[in-house]
């Protein structure tokens, strides 16, 4: 049996309406704007690769999360265990001053939390949507929200 391809429509759909999400969340893993493309790129293949199916719009963006998430894990361990790689800075100019600060204060947090408040504050997703992504429960995203807010919080006061 062969696998179903996903119409053209449908990866060009997804990639419009996800792209984005996508970057953020793998630069906030990565902290390298080359590595994150490059995530990107690998998530968008797995999903005309797989060609899943999904309940839903949410489900989708989930599982796109999901395997970003689980690409951009494997790189930093590759990047561990072969340290030979330096972690380039993103470029400035990538960003505005202000998106720029932002995004570094937020890979100035633990994976667990910037991922969470980028996806709340950033994307605008609610608690639950994010639990349901990250396959955690509310309770537990509001916790990790709370967290990454004050270690934000001390982060700036640094500054």
Same mark, same amino acid.
């Given at each position: 049996?062969? @696998?179903?391809?996903? !119409? /053209? ?5 997804? $990639? ?28 968008? *293949?797995?999903?005309?690769? @797989? ?23 494997? $790189?930093? @361990?590759?990047?561990? %265990? ?20 932002? *995004?570094?204060?937020?890979?100035? !947090? #633990? ?8 996806? =709340?504050?950033?994307?605008?997703? /609610? ?10 429960? #509310?309770?537990?995203?509001?916790? %990790?929200? =709370?967290?990454? %807010?004050? !270690?934000?919080?001390? $982060?700036? %006061?640094?500054?």
């Amino acid at each position: 049996m062969q @696998k179903e391809v996903p !119409l /053209k429509n449908d990866v060009e759909k997804a $990639v419009e309406e996800y792209a984005d999400m996508i970057f953020r969340v793998c630069i906030v893993i990565l902290k390298n704007e080359a590595d994150a493309q490059d995530a990107v790129q690998e998530t968008f *293949l797995k999903y005309i690769q @797989k060609a899943p199916r999904f309940e839903s719009g949410q489900h989708e963006k989930a599982w796109l999360i999901k395997v970003a998430t689980n690409y951009s894990r494997n $790189v930093l @361990k590759r990047k561990n %265990r072969y340290s030979d790689t330096d972690l380039e800075r993103i470029t400035e100019n990538a960003f505005s001053e202000e998106a720029s600060s932002v *995004l570094d204060a937020l890979r100035s !947090l #633990p994976e667990k939390y910037s991922i969470v408040v980028a996806l =709340h504050y950033i994307d605008g997703y /609610k608690v639950n949507e994010i639990a349901e992504m990250i396959g955690k429960t #509310p309770s537990a995203v509001k916790m %990790r929200l =709370h967290k990454g %807010r004050k !270690l934000l919080e001390k $982060v700036y %006061r640094e500054e």
